[in-house]
């Protein structure tokens, strides 16, 4: 098991930035692929960004490209999505995911990633 906790989330002008931070817990975080999800009221949840656990393989959903960065420290067992330039359409709530397979840790879903943290609310306003 992997337990994911987030923090740093909160509310922000649009242009402003936020890092979100995921701290896990449990089984070796080294091994495992992290990604970090969104979900905005009344829409599904939605891939933003993903990393290989040696951090050389790194995706981002076309939305973020540029302005987001993730980022993890294996030796601390955390996870960073660095949200710069951020726009009302961003507001979400946000949540880290980690999976063995580089596949499914970019899906929200069938199967999507097998473990999920509680979410942490990010609000952008205009």
């Known amino acids: 098991q992997v337990q994911l906790v987030e923090s740093g989330g909160g509310s922000v002008q649009a242009g402003g930035s936020l890092r979100l931070s995921c701290a896990a817990s449990?089984?070796?975080?080294?091994?495992?692929?992290m990604g970090w999800f969104r979900q905005a009221p009344g829409k599904e949840r939605e891939f933003v960004a993903a990393?290989?656990?040696?951090?050389?393989?790194?995706y981002y959903a076309d939305s973020v490209q540029g302005r987001f960065t993730i980022s993890r420290d294996n030796a601390k067992n955390l996870v960073y999505l660095q949200m710069n330039s951020l726009e009302p359409e961003d507001t979400a709530v946000y949540y880290c995911?980690?999976?063995?397979?580089?596949?499914?840790?970019?899906?929200?879903?069938?199967?999507?990633?097998?473990?999920w943290g509680q979410g942490t609310q990010v609000t952008v306003s205009s």
């Open positions: 995911a980690a999976d063995s397979s580089l596949t499914d840790v970019r899906k929200p879903k069938d199967p999507g990633p097998n473990y």
């Open positions: 449990g089984r070796t975080f080294s091994g495992y692929y």
């Open positions: 990393i290989s656990w040696g951090g050389g393989v790194i």
